[in-house]
């Protein structure tokens, strides 16, 4: 497959991700799917720790890897557009919709806040697996900032901020 029809591949099963989630949960209550506006100050403190904690995790373990602008050059427009719609903004919604919007909307009320946090976190990075052992450390970790955010907001939104930014940086 080409470059173009990889990258056009992975936009359609993300952008399809987020409209299945859309649909299926459209007559849920806007809180439990966290559809609500997150306060500001909270949301950027969430934010800002999200980052220290990408930065900090890449200085220690390098799990990012090398800058290699290399691929990016070489790829069509198209494709590079693609792959950071599908891999920084479609993907991150629609994970994010999943496990700190239905996920942590269905499971609170039933098994509370702490472990909601823990269970959407560890079932967020099992769907890493492909990662070494560090790395899954470090994106369990992720997932229950995100689920820290996602309690303490009240909202799906800073989440997603938060995941689309990781992504963003990790992709280059």
């Not at 056009?8 to 806007?30: E, F, M, Q, S």
């Not at 403190?45 to 290699?68: C, E, K, Q, S």
């Not at 899954?136 to 800073?158: E, N």
Request: charge should be positive.
């Amino acid at each position: 497959m080409s470059s173009v029809g990889s990258a056009a591949l992975k936009v359609a099963i993300a952008g399809g991700a987020v409209a299945v989630v859309l649909l299926k949960t459209r007559r849920l209550p806007r809180e439990q799917m966290g559809f609500v506006r997150p306060p500001v100050l909270p949301s950027l403190l969430f934010i800002a720790a999200y980052l220290g904690w990408m930065l900090a995790t890449d200085a220690v373990i390098h799990w990012r890897g090398p800058w290699n602008w290399q691929p990016w050059i070489d790829a069509p427009l198209a494709a590079s557009a693609m792959r950071v719609l599908a891999v920084c903004f479609l993907g991150p919604t629609a994970e994010e919709l999943i496990f700190r919007g239905f996920g942590f909307g269905f499971l609170q009320p039933r098994i509370g806040t702490t472990l909601t946090v823990v269970v959407t976190a560890a079932a967020w990075a099992a769907l890493h697996y492909s990662y070494g052992w560090a790395v899954l450390f470090v994106i369990l970790v992720d997932g229950i900032l995100l689920g820290l955010a996602r309690w303490k907001t009240r909202s799906v939104f800073p989440p997603i901020v938060m995941h689309m930014l990781y992504n963003l940086y990790a992709i280059w």
